[in-house]
């Protein structure tokens, strides 16, 4: 049964300052097709083995792996992880490949006369992030993991990623589960088989997987279903009922009071509950894939954050996805993105995250003043106020996340998320005291 809240006015905010549409599901059409085998089965030894078709014409071909992966605004591809590669011709003859001197997730390489496909195999190291990877990288434990496919697939230049069609699957421990927006053709035996994408859909459609895996369907009022799916080593830990299950479905409620019905289909909050990797959200389009430490849904009632994660990458459907600012939209995936304008992309969700933590009572009225308080008191405090612009952290992020801790006063760090936020906060007690 569906809950039926009184909606909150809207806040006043429309998201069209400087945006523009991000995002279209194409049809998958009459074009090319690479099938790609990812075989997961050692994962709890940090391997993944893949093997994928890629069509070609003869001549050269230039293979890319995926350099700028979407909502993490960096150039984070973890190409230091794949090993083992081999490129070989539709009749199995080894071909040699040279990577691009300055691009180097780039792989040249010459497809043979008669050629209609080449096959690349490699093996992709998990568990090795760097720090601005982390997000959209590739995870095995011993009952879970978590997959992102930017990490196990190429693509040829000049594809068109939102055309170019790829059949997925994915072979898993005997007994294991998936959750992941992407629809299934087939399963059984530990294998997985999806039905073709496109390479954007492929990329924004992570799996996360185990023994496990236990899936919760999120009761509330919006036409489209949503669901948390979560992994970790221990039932305790994957375990979410009661009132804090239904405060998340409350949280959607009140995104789509402030949004607007919701734009996609349906929506899959994939969690992963482990110690053993920092925490992170990353959005996408139909799912978040967020890591938080192994406690998290154990413990009450401090609800702030981390699980502030959890409306923030929601809010990116709307902020971010639907709609992106100018030089934030997905080109393709080796194309530096402008960043300048995180402060609305960032700022504008952070703002909201707090604001849906409260309305859905994730996070009390006090502590969320307490945050805000503690929040202004040390972006006040930092001297890299008088030199450096908000704006500039956002171009300059690729290098704050990995900044040292010395002298930190002198830096502001990622402040387009937190100061960002005050923008917003501002537009909106400017709206209300002008509308009431
Ligand atoms: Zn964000």
């Known amino acids: 049964m569906s809950r039926r809240l009184p909606r909150c006015a809207p806040a006043g905010l429309a998201l069209g300052l ?11 059409a009459a ?30 071909v230039e293979l890319n792996y995926v350099l700028w992966t979407p909502g993490n605004h960096n150039p984070s591809g973890p190409i230091q992880n794949v090993v083992d590669l081999t490129i070989t ?59 992102n496919w930017n990490t196990v697939l190429f693509y040829p230049t000049g594809a068109d990623k939102d055309e170019w069609v ?72 994957t375990a979410l009922g009661g009132e804090r299950l239904d405060k998340f479905g409350v949280m959607i409620d009140q995104a789509e009071a402030v949004f607007g019905p919701f734009p996609r289909r349906e929506y899959h909050f994939l969690v992963q509950l482990s110690d053993e990797m920092r925490g992170f959200g990353v959005e996408h389009n139909e799912c978040t894939s967020i890591a938080l430490s192994a406690d998290t849904f154990r413990t009450a009632e401090r609800d702030g954050d981390p699980i502030g994660t959890i409306p923030h990458e929601y809010i990116h459907s709307w902020c971010g996805k639907l709609r992106a600012p100018e030089g934030l939209l997905d080109t393709n995936y080796h194309t530096t993105a402008d960043t300048r304008l995180l402060w609305v992309y960032e ?66 760090g990622v402040a387009y998320y937190g100061e960002g936020a005050f923008f917003w906060l501002e537009a909106d007690a400017i709206i209300r005291r002008g509308t009431n």
Request: glycine fraction near 6%; charge should be neutral; charged fraction near 25%.
């Open 18 to 28: 400087a945006l523009s549409m991000a995002f279209a599901v194409s049809a998958v």
């Open 31 to 60: 074009a090319p097709r690479s099938t790609l085998h990812v075989d997961a089965r050692d994962i709890d030894r940090r391997l993944v083995r893949v093997r994928q078709d890629v069509p070609v014409a003869p001549g050269p």
């Open 89 to 147: 011709d539709d009749h199995g003859r080894r071909l040699l490949w040279r990577r691009d001197r300055e691009l180097m997730t780039r792989i040249h390489v010459e497809a043979p006369a008669g050629a209609s496909f080449l096959t690349v195999s490699f093996t992709y190291i998990t568990n090795q992030p760097s720090v601005i990877s982390r997000s959209t990288d590739s995870y095995g434990f011993r009952d879970f993991g978590g997959l």
């Open 166 to 237: 790829i059949e997925p699957d994915l072979r898993l421990p005997i007994g294991w589960r998936v959750a992941t927006p992407l629809a299934l053709a087939r399963s059984g035996s530990g294998r997985f088989q999806f039905k073709p994408v496109t390479l954007a859909e492929l990329v924004d459609s992570p799996v996360i997987f185990g023994s496990t895996l236990k899936t919760y369907t999120l009761d509330t009022a919006s036409a489209a279903p949503h669901f948390i799916h979560a992994v970790a080593l221990s039932d305790t830990d």
């Open 347 to 412: 700022g504008l969700t952070t703002y909201y995250d707090d604001v849906l933590a409260v309305r859905s009572g994730l996070m009390t009225e006090e502590e969320y003043l307490d945050a805000m308080t503690n929040r202004i008191a040390d972006s006040t405090l930092r001297d890299g106020r008088l030199w450096q612009s908000v704006e500039d952290t956002a171009v300059l992020l690729r290098h704050l996340r990995s900044r040292s801790a010395s002298w930190g006063d002198k830096r502001r």
